[in-house]
């Protein structure tokens, strides 16, 4: 991901989320130097995500697929190449936190191998209030 990128991404993060980031948190994000990609079909991003890594863990801030291509497993690709990052980086683990109410990505996250660690009380902005967190993490093997 470029700073180009952020005017399709953040385009995207407006159709794909009730509470999208700003354009501005995706700058900072790049500024840091965070790992950030987006995954492209022909010459248009249909994805991206963003995580952070340090002191051998790496903690998923963002992925997302376009709502319009949703179904073709765009985001099983973007979370497995995450998780390569990751690991090609020195990760030896990768949590991440997602709504309760976001199924599809919960049994994507398990079918991959995460695991539910934990709950974050109120994390997200939901509409009437706050909704929960699940934790989930995976730790991460040298490759063979």
Known sequence: MREDDLDVVHAIEIRAYEFPWTP????????????AWVLS???RIIGYF???????EAHVLNVCVAPEAHGHGYGRKLLRALVHIARGRGAERVFLEVRPSN???IALYHNEGFNEIGRRPRYYPARGGREDALVMAIELFAEE
Not at 24 to 35: E, H, Q, S, T, V
């Open 24 to 35: 501005g948190i995706f700058r900072d994000c790049l500024r840091a130097d965070y790992p």
């Open 41 to 43: 079909e022909g010459e």
């Open 50 to 56: 963003l995580m952070s890594v340090a002191a051998g």
């Open 103 to 105: 199924t599809g990505a």
